[in-house]
């Protein structure tokens, strides 16, 4: 279905015929074409004597303005504005449970926001899987990266690309990586975590009351 969506956006055509979509993979008739049809995504016609397919406007009004693509088995609906946080961190650090139990976690309470960190989830099923669904259902996300670790980001390179708000903390003296360092985040000293909750507590309420946000309105509708 995405791939037939792809299609008929990039073609630079008013649409493709049922051959060409085949010919590009696109072959299952009845859960592929008919299917899109019914949900109102593509509209079938006939020129030259062939089967013609096309995007409704709707459907490519999406597509040109969001960043599409197939939706992971299991996997929940994006939520927009909500006012769970995620925290992206590396658990076995020594220093981890401190800063999550002493600043994050008591920060974003604060914050009239709702705290969630990774070795909370409830672990069923593929691992991959638990974690998308956390992003998926966070309003932004918090990522310490004081210390190099390729789960940590993996997991804020999901955060990113699913357009999520991501504020990354960084213990003094803590190298970032390349693709990061042109990022803007909290640093801190271990040794001084009631300033480090203080500035974060300001990046909490400023993002929780942005006037395109409105998270407690957003709340409010469910």
């Not at 909370?120 to 259902?137: K, M, S």
Request: proline share 3%; glycine share 8%; net charge negative.
């Amino acid at each position: 279905m995405w791939k037939m969506l792809h299609l008929l956006n990039t073609t630079g055509r008013p649409g493709l015929t049922t051959k060409e979509l085949g010919a590009a993979g696109v072959d299952c008739y009845s859960d592929t074409l008919q299917e899109m049809a019914a949900r109102g995504a593509v509209t079938r016609s006939q020129r030259d004597n062939a089967e013609f397919w096309s995007l409704t406007d709707g459907a490519r009004s999406v597509l040109n303005t969001c960043t599409v693509a197939r939706r992971v088995d299991g996997a929940t609906e994006v939520q927009v504005d909500r006012s769970r946080v995620f925290c992206v961190m590396p658990f076995s650090e020594t220093w981890s449970d401190d800063v999550w139990k002493s600043c994050i976690e008591p920060t974003v309470s604060a914050a009239g926001l709702t705290p969630k960190r990774g070795d909370t989830t409830l672990r069923t099923g593929r691992l991959i899987h638990n974690v998308w669904n956390e992003i998926l259902e966070s309003g932004c996300v918090i990522a310490d990266l004081s210390a190099p670790n390729p789960n940590v980001y993996y997991e804020v390179g999901m955060a990113q690309g699913l357009g999520r708000d991501v504020f990354v903390m960084v213990q003094k003296g803590a190298t970032l990586p390349a693709d990061l360092k042109g990022t803007h985040y909290l640093e801190y000293r271990l040794g001084d975590l009631a300033a480090a909750a203080l500035d974060l507590r300001a990046k909490l309420d400023a993002w929780r009351d942005d006037g395109d946000i409105r998270v407690r309105e957003v709340e409010a509708l469910f």
